[in-house]
T-cell receptor, first 113, second 111 residues
Framework: NAGVTQTPKFQVLKTGQSMTLQCAQD?????MSWYRQDPGMGLRLIHYSVGAGITDQGEVPNGYNVSRSTTEDFPLRLLSAAPSQTSVYFCASSYGGARTEAFFGQGTRLTVV | AQSVTQPDIHITVSEGASLELRCNYSYGATPYLFWYVQSPGQGLQLLLKYFSGDTLVQGIKGFEAEFKRSQSSFNLRKPSVHWSDAAEYFC?????????FGKGTMLLVSP
């Protein structure tokens, strides 16, 4: 049972490049979310989705785009990477929204140079 | 707006000693509260959760937490810490549509 799968695990980008962080879950969860984790800052919500076709912004959405075309997938796009986006990114899913257990992927460590 | 405060950035505990990690929350309605643990290089794993009912909740790995509405607190406890408990611990509050985390407490276990 895979749970939440994130790819890639590590990535180095140059400033201005674009990329997509992939997230897939096989638990048929409606709610999915993206967080970034920075030292001393905890996890901060970037975007979330309550179901296919529905997305909304979290605490730190600037510089990131998301879409949700299927229940399983919730990719995070960086349109023009900046050094401030160097972080560890986590995708999570849950069956009942923000009030039920969140299942996390293993994370993507992104460095922007 | 909902928020979580974890006042201790680092805590060092001797192996076998008891542990208490503090968490204070701010939320306008009945809170949905969680404790997650993160081992180095890993994602987060749920330790326990509180929605309603008994204010003392039991979790995995011998952890428990007590909800105190009057103090807006949800402190995590363990009677005897093992070296494998060394990790970062996050308290979180679930609102209507978003889950908000505290900044975390790093637990170090000394021999």
């Amino acid at each position: 049972n895979a749970g939440v799968t994130q790819t890639p695990k590590f990535q180095v980008l140059k400033t201005g490049q674009s990329m997509t962080l992939q997230c897939a879950q096989d638990m048929n969860h409606e709610y999915m979310s993206w967080y970034r984790q920075d030292p001393g800052m905890g996890l901060r919500l970037i975007h979330y989705s309550v179901g296919a076709g529905i997305t909304d912004q979290g605490e730190v959405p600037n510089g990131y785009n998301v879409s949700r075309s299927t229940t399983e997938d919730f990719p995070l796009r960086l349109l023009s990477a900046a050094p401030s986006q160097t972080s560890v990114y986590f995708c999570a899913s849950s069956y009942g929204g923000a009030r039920t257990e969140a299942f996390f992927g293993q994370g993507t460590r992104l460095t922007v140079v | 707006a909902q928020s979580v405060t974890q006042p201790d950035i680092h805590i060092t505990v001797s192996e076998g000693a008891s542990l208490e990690l503090r968490c204070n929350y701010s939320y306008g309605a009945t809170p949905y509260l969680f404790w997650y643990v993160q081992s180095p290089g890993q994602g987060l794993q749920l330790l326990l959760k509180y929605f309603s009912g008994d204010t003392l909740v039991q979790g995995i790995k011998g952890f428990e937490a007590e909800f105190k509405r009057s103090q807006s607190s949800f402190n995590l406890r363990k009677p005897s810490v093992h070296w494998s408990d060394a990790a970062e611990y996050f308290c979180a509050v679930g609102g209507y549509s978003t889950l908000t985390f505290g900044k975390g407490t790093m637990l170090l276990v000394s021999p």
